[in-house]
């Protein structure tokens, strides 16, 4: 469920929710939940360093990487400059290792750009400075039901397992708080979010004050977990001053194919594993128990008090480079990049700062920037959807959350059984040809993700790939 928001609208909110937004941060910035997240933050890194323990805050990034042949040729000139764009490369999300049918498989759930799912067959998404690769085939329109038009988020299998050494992003606090519940007996439920509801809510929300003492009661802190000062001072100047839109997408004359410039997801890799930035921002909320049920709205970065953070936490000369660009949609309100962040919650249902962070949701799309004061336009702020997080990284719980958000889950299902099969091939291959089984799983990633892995079975698919490593 996108949020539109007409600009005569936001005007006419600025002097309740762009007031309120300001001043109700300033109270939170001395507030015990988000003392209780930048602690926590501060003992991760402190803690683990630079170790694969740290990636429990971290989140991940996903990029285009292997484009449909018949979208470059046929829209040249219109593809080149819509990936030419910053805001069309790369999005947020969490990169998590489950089973399926006894398969470890990796699994991004975070932000995916509309234009991707006409445009492009191949993925990368990155965790701690490494890449993974998901190539889809154009025929079985598989890719198709992975996302959600509504939310701006998908879920997508990526098969292989990473490392031993793998950390889940930190668990979302709603097991803790689901569970509780039940035990207390409160009844759980889960609106349909196409029902129209929170829409409505939203749109009279937006008409005048006097909604908002009726249906906002309460303000929670999130911490949203983001590249963007990275991004902006690393991969904006990159992309504007030596790689112009000719050359975004580039021609891989050995493999045949279109793909995003290896510069550019060079960049990326190598950011998704610095120390990530933690925007401030608020969650807006009937009761409490909204931000474990449904989309709920959060405003970031809320203050100058972001700033403040950033430069604490020595990012210094990224964020200074970064505002160069803060003339235009270099602004962290307009910058689609953000979306499908993961957001850290603290004492979401725990009296106790002791062990209560968790994930509460992912920035959804429709960002929609709020007007500031005179003389901070710097500090502007935006509203977005903030989408709750599955119950648990369970693949059954991650289906279940593809369903409620109007994913496609046969073909969500569909993807995983490929995959399985990819990945038993690839252990058979392991064996077979002597070589680790993780490397034989990364080069079966050039395998196409399609039906006709199924119908070939695994035997068939373990020969593909040995011819295709031993062409290599």
């Given at each position: 469920?996108?949020?539109?928001?007409?600009?005569?609208?936001?005007?006419s909110?600025?002097g309740?929710?762009?007031?309120l937004?300001?001043v109700?941060?300033?109270?939170?910035?001395?507030?015990?939940?988000?003392?209780?997240?930048i602690?926590?933050?501060?003992g991760?890194?402190?803690?683990?360093?630079?170790?694969?323990?740290?990636?429990?805050?971290?989140?991940?990034l996903?990029?285009?990487?292997?484009?449909?042949?018949?979208?470059?040729?046929n829209?040249?000139?219109?593809?080149?400059?819509?990936?030419?764009?910053?805001?069309?490369?790369?999005?947020h999300g969490?990169?998590?290792?489950?089973?399926?049918?006894?398969?470890?498989?990796?699994?991004?759930?975070?932000?995916?750009?509309?234009?991707?799912?006409?445009?492009?067959?191949?993925?990368?998404?990155?965790n701690?400075?490494?890449?993974?690769?998901?190539?889809?085939?154009?025929?079985?329109?598989?890719?198709?039901?992975?996302?959600?038009?509504?939310?701006g988020?998908?879920?997508i299998?990526?098969?292989?397992?990473?490392?031993?050494?793998?950390?889940?992003?930190r668990?979302?606090?709603?097991?803790?708080?689901?569970?509780?519940?039940?035990?207390?007996?409160?009844?759980?439920?889960?609106?349909?979010i196409?029902?129209?509801?929170?829409?409505?809510?939203?749109?009279?929300?937006?008409?005048?004050?006097?909604?908002?003492?009726?249906?906002?009661?309460?303000?929670a802190?999130?911490?949203?977990?983001?590249?963007?000062?990275?991004?902006?001072?690393?991969?904006?100047?990159?992309?504007?001053?030596?790689?112009?839109?000719?050359?975004?997408?580039?021609?891989?004359?050995?493999?045949?194919?279109?793909?995003?410039?290896t510069?550019?997801?060079?960049?990326?890799?190598?950011?998704?594993?610095?120390?990530?930035?933690?925007?401030?921002?608020?969650v807006?909320?009937r009761?409490?128990?909204?931000?474990?049920?449904?989309p709920?709205?959060?405003?970031f970065p809320?203050?100058?008090?972001?700033?403040?953070?950033?430069?604490?936490?020595g990012?210094?000369?990224?964020?200074?480079?970064?505002?160069q660009?803060?003339?235009?949609?270099g602004?962290?309100?307009?910058?689609?990049?953000?979306?499908?962040s993961?957001?850290?919650?603290?004492?979401?249902?725990?009296?106790?700062?002791?062990?209560?962070?968790?994930l509460i949701?992912?920035?959804?799309?429709?960002?929609?920037?709020?007007?500031?004061?005179?003389?901070?336009?710097?500090?502007q702020?935006?509203?977005?959807?903030?989408?709750p997080?599955?119950?648990?990284?369970?693949?059954?719980?991650?289906?279940?959350w593809?369903?409620?958000?109007?994913?496609?889950?046969?073909?969500?299902?569909l993807?995983?059984?490929?995959?399985?099969?990819?990945?038993?091939?690839a252990?058979?291959?392991?064996q077979e040809?002597?070589?680790?089984e993780?490397?034989?799983?990364?080069?079966?990633?050039?395998?196409?993700?399609?039906e006709?892995?199924?119908?070939k079975?695994?035997e068939n698919?373990?020969?593909?790939?040995?011819?295709l490593?031993?062409?290599?």
């Amino acid at each position: 469920m996108s949020i539109n928001v007409g600009e005569e609208s936001l005007r006419s909110l600025l002097g309740d929710l762009g007031i309120l937004g300001y001043v109700a941060n300033s109270i939170f910035q001395i507030a015990q939940q988000e003392q209780c997240l930048i602690n926590y933050m501060g003992g991760v890194m402190k803690r683990y360093g630079n170790s694969p323990k740290s990636y429990i805050v971290y989140p991940s990034l996903i990029s285009p990487f292997e484009f449909s042949g018949s979208a470059v040729l046929n829209r040249g000139e219109e593809v080149r400059k819509y990936y030419g764009e910053l805001s069309h490369l790369v999005r947020h999300g969490i990169l998590v290792r489950t089973s399926v049918k006894g398969e470890e498989t990796l699994v991004f759930i975070g932000g995916f750009d509309q234009g991707w799912a006409s445009d492009v067959v191949a993925f990368k998404a990155y965790n701690g400075g490494n890449a993974y690769k998901a190539k889809f085939s154009i025929s079985s329109n598989i890719l198709l039901g992975l996302y959600s038009k509504e939310t701006g988020l998908a879920v997508i299998p990526f098969g292989g397992g990473g490392p031993q050494n793998w950390y889940n992003f930190r668990s979302p606090a709603q097991q803790v708080c689901r569970d509780m519940m039940e035990r207390t007996g409160m009844k759980m439920f889960l609106d349909d979010i196409y029902q129209s509801l929170w829409q409505k809510i939203l749109n009279a929300f937006l008409q005048g004050s006097e909604i908002l003492s009726k249906y906002i009661n309460v303000f929670a802190f999130g911490g949203i977990m983001n590249f963007v000062p990275y991004i902006q001072a690393d991969l904006w100047p990159t992309l504007f001053e030596y790689i112009p839109n000719n050359i975004v997408i580039v021609k891989n004359e050995v493999a045949r194919y279109w793909e995003i410039n290896t510069d550019i997801l060079g960049h990326i890799e190598g950011i998704s594993s610095q120390k990530p930035a933690l925007t401030p921002g608020i969650v807006m909320l009937r009761e409490l128990d909204d931000i474990l049920q449904r989309p709920t709205l959060i405003t970031f970065p809320n203050s100058p008090s972001s700033l403040l953070y950033y430069l604490s936490k020595g990012v210094k000369a990224a964020l200074s480079r970064g505002y160069q660009f803060s003339s235009s949609v270099g602004l962290i309100s307009n910058m689609p990049i953000i979306e499908g962040s993961p957001v850290l919650g603290s004492q979401i249902c725990s009296a106790e700062c002791q062990g209560s962070q968790g994930l509460i949701g992912f920035i959804g799309n429709g960002l929609n920037p709020l007007p500031a004061p005179g003389g901070m336009r710097q500090f502007q702020s935006a509203v977005s959807l903030l989408v709750p997080p599955p119950r648990s990284y369970q693949w059954d719980d991650i289906v279940e959350w593809a369903r409620t958000y109007n994913l496609d889950v046969n073909k969500l299902n569909l993807a995983a059984d490929i995959i399985v099969v990819i990945a038993q091939a690839a252990r058979k291959v392991a064996q077979e040809l002597g070589i680790e089984e993780e490397e034989a799983k990364r080069l079966a990633s050039e395998l196409e993700i399609s039906e006709e892995i199924l119908s070939k079975g695994v035997e068939n698919v373990a020969t593909e790939l040995t011819n295709l490593i031993r062409s290599l």
